[in-house]
T-cell receptor, first 113, second 110 residues
Framework: EPEVTQTPSHQVTQMGQEVILRCVPI?????FYWYRQILGQKVEFLVS????????KSEIFDDQFSVERPDGSNFTLKIRSTKLEDSAMYFC???????????FGSGTQLSVL | GESVGLHLPTLSVQEGDNSIINCAYS??????FIWYKQESGKGPQFIID?????DKRQGQRVTVLLNKTVKHLSLQIAATQPGDSAVYFC?????????FGTGTRLKVLA
């Protein structure tokens, strides 16, 4: 069964450092997303991406965040200068259509020290 | 503002019983609703969805009910099994952004 894959599964970084979280969405999907989940809290929307541009973003997704689809298979989330409060599980998701079932990856646990 | 909330943070049910997980939403403009299941260490997994032009939808052992009058969503799981133990999230949408609730932990007792 096709799945969304994310790497790395765990990322530890120092405050102020840049991190790139990587995702490989399901191959025939056209819509891509990043969500995050702080431990024990709800899943929060960050950004949606379609046709090589951001279609929607939340207030969390400020200038420190960026997304990119550098080739036909990868989808990345970059945090330029990490803060302690960026520590969370980051989930990538993809969907075939804009409104419908989102398929989530297993997440990258980001720890900012 | 928008919010999606859950009535109970934890629900314990006996194996074989039916489970009902409730969710309230506040945005009357939302037109699409989804239930997700999240097991420990994994990403959310789609269970079932419903659009606002429906009030009930059934899947395999699961039923979602939508009451737009009181902005309430529920997930019913028939014959609950140990494998159903997880955190369940409802989510609402009117655009590409899905707004998730805080989650209900379902514990299945043997």
């Amino acid at each position: 069964e096709p799945e969304v894959t994310q790497t790395p599964s765990h990322q530890v970084t120092q405050m102020g450092q840049e991190v790139i979280l990587r995702c490989v969405p399901i191959s025939n999907h056209l819509y891509f997303y990043w969500y995050r989940q702080i431990l024990g809290q709800k899943v929060e929307f960050l950004v949606s991406f379609y046709n090589n541009e951001i279609s929607e973003k939340s207030e969390i997704f400020d200038d420190q965040f960026s997304v990119e689809r550098p080739d036909g298979s990868n989808f990345t989330l970059k945090i330029r200068s990490t803060k302690l409060e960026d520590s969370a599980m980051y989930f990538c998701a993809s969907s075939e259509a804009g409104r419908g079932e989102l398929f989530f990856g297993s997440g990258t646990q980001l720890s900012v020290l | 503002g928008e919010s999606v909330g859950l009535h109970l943070p934890t629900l314990s049910v006996q194996e074989g019983d039916n489970s009902i997980i409730n969710c309230a939403y506040s945005n009357s403009a939302s037109d699409y609703f989804i239930w997700y299941k999240q097991e420990s260490g994994k990403g959310p997994q789609f269970i079932i969805d419903i659009r606002s032009n429906m009030d009930k939808r059934q899947g395999q052992r699961v039923t979602v009910l939508l009451n737009k009058t009181v902005k309430h969503l529920s997930l019913q799981i028939a014959a609950t099994q140990p494998g159903d133990s997880a955190v369940y999230f409802c989510a609402e949408s009117r655009t590409y952004k899905y707004i998730f609730g805080t989650g209900t932990r379902l514990k299945v007792l043997a």
